[in-house]
């Protein structure tokens, strides 16, 4: 069975940096998207960025020149390497992997930009 392991979330000031990592644990095939969101108290899910087959990113405005994804394909693993973090930045962090027979979600992780 196929499950998603967050971790790298915690505290940081405002315009630090912390790099969250999702890693696949048992067999997963034909990923077709690695996906971040987050989710900030209050508020509803959001998306933050994309990495699509074929290498393809996307990032939501909110996040574009700040955040970056990657991916290491040999250890199905996502990134998120976050730089210049603000307060509003503040969240659950979900990473989703989604594959031709369906999508599989990690636990979350809590990011929290505080002075």
């Known amino acids: 069975q196929v499950q998603l392991v967050e971790s790298g979330g915690g505290s940081v000031q405002p315009g630090g940096s912390l790099t969250l990592s999702c890693a696949a644990s048992g067999s997963i095939r034909s990923i077709n998207a690695m996906i971040w969101y987050r989710q900030a108290p209050g508020n509803k899910r959001e998306w933050v960025t994309s990495l699509i087959r074929g290498g393809t990113t996307n990032y939501a405005d909110s996040v574009k020149g700040r955040f970056t994804i990657s991916r290491d394909n040999a250890k199905n693993t996502v990134y998120l390497q976050m730089n210049s973090l603000k307060p509003e930045d503040t969240a659950v962090y979900y990473c989703?992997?989604?594959?031709?027979?369906?999508?599989?979600w990690g636990q979350g992780t809590e990011v929290t930009v505080s002075s």
């Open positions: 989703k992997f989604s594959t031709y027979v369906g999508d599989y």
